[in-house]
């Protein structure tokens, strides 16, 4: 399975460099900086103009494949510090790893902005949660995310809140400092969202803000890049109203693709049933209820994101790994008694996690 994964993985990649499916989305972002004042989806543009006023197209892969590579390395020392990686855990292993929901999925969109949450959940995972800087670490870390993308405040800043609850306060107590600094880092957070979500939109007229993004287009032989920054632009402009409109206009057919989400997240059966395994083996009825209660919260908070956004397959993958992730705070977590890992020799086991092998991907707005 894991070498059927990294074939899946290198195919996916070749596929995503060569034909380029999606290119106009990524690529723009990294056009757009902080040159007409603040902006929202701005941030990582302004960190590349830092560097180059051009802009190859070979720069959305080289970062979007070198974000790809850190996120899975991190994610495998998380896994081995987490559950180790014996023989007894390579099954969990690749249920999760080489989910279509995950790594896969994230190499289909390459370029895209979804991994650099996936990548601070995890960063703060490894980090140390011993004193009040890892609330302002993970705070930052919130906020730099709000800057790179908006809908990141829904995406995965909630799951970094369940994370810093678990780490920091159920390990060292609900202090009066401890209280306060985490309410002005909620009040921070939203203030930056609103300020994004609100204030972020382009005051220059639309024709100079293409004329400047084309004029940082380095390959001028393309002249499909001057009509995608044409044809894209209307996102720095476009009020929320538009956006509720865009996805009511595409709302049949990404309903219609339900019944395929839900038997792709059924699929992961024995991994949901591990995860619920260890939710009830925790000693602390308390704590327990806790998780499930965050859990319910963050797959709220992915319902404004269906509201204002038709990429239904890529809200659906990141919110099936940041249950992934969260299952890897709860191991953490005081149980009253060992839970036994995924059985490889299981035959249901085995088929689920063929199955789950040999899907390359979800997608980004429709399944595949």
């Not at 979804?114 to 919130?142: E, H, K, N, Q, W």
């Not at 001057?226 to 956006?243: E, G, I, M, V």
């Not at 009511?248 to 992961?268: E, G, K, Q, R």
Request: proline share 5%.
């Amino acid at each position: 399975m894991l070498a059927v994964n990294v074939a899946m993985l290198t195919g996916v990649f070749f596929n995503t460099v060569v034909t380029q499916p999606y290119l106009h989305y990524p690529y723009i972002h990294l056009l757009v900086d902080y040159h007409f004042g603040f902006a929202r989806r701005a941030l990582v543009g302004a960190l590349v103009s830092l560097f180059t006023d051009q802009i190859p197209v070979w720069l959305v892969f080289a970062l979007g494949g070198g974000m790809w590579f850190i996120t899975a390395v991190l994610f495998t020392l998380l896994f081995r510090r987490t559950f180790g990686l014996g023989r007894q855990q390579i099954p969990l292993f690749l249920l999760m790893a080489g989910s279509p929901f995950f790594l896969k999925n994230f190499m289909h969109s390459l370029g895209y902005l979804d991994i650099y949450g996936c990548a601070a959940v995890i960063s703060l995972l490894l980090a140390p949660a011993r004193s009040m800087a890892f609330i302002i670490f993970s705070a930052v870390a919130s906020i730099i995310l709000i800057l790179i993308h908006h809908l990141h405040f829904f995406l995965y800043v909630p799951t970094i809140a369940l994370i810093v609850v678990i780490r920091y306060y159920f390990v060292q107590g609900l202090t009066r400092q401890g209280a306060f600094v985490g309410a002005v880092a909620v009040l921070a957070l939203c203030a930056v969202f609103t300020a994004a979500q609100f204030f972020g939109r382009m005051n220059v007229p639309a024709p100079e803000f293409v004329s400047y993004l084309q004029s940082r287009i380095a390959d001028a032989s393309r002249a499909d890049l001057p009509h995608f920054t044409h044809a894209f632009a209307f996102l720095w402009y476009r009020p929320l109203s538009k956006d509720i409109q865009e996805v009511w206009a595409h709302l049949s057919s990404n309903i219609a693709c339900a019944p395929v989400f839900a038997v792709l997240i059924w699929l992961h059966k024995p991994l949901w049933r591990y995860f619920g395994d260890l939710i009830r083996a925790l000693s602390s009825d308390r704590q327990r209820r806790f998780v499930i209660f965050g859990i319910i919260l963050i797959s709220a908070a992915y319902v404004p994101i269906f509201v204002v956004a038709i990429d239904y397959s890529r809200w659906i993958s990141n919110w099936t790994v940041c249950l992934f992730l969260i299952l890897h705070a709860v191991k953490t977590l005081p149980a009253s008694h060992d839970v036994w890992p995924i059985q490889a020799e299981d035959s249901r086991t085995q088929a689920f996690g063929w199955i789950i092998t040999c899907i390359p991907r979800i997608g980004i707005v429709r399944p595949w």
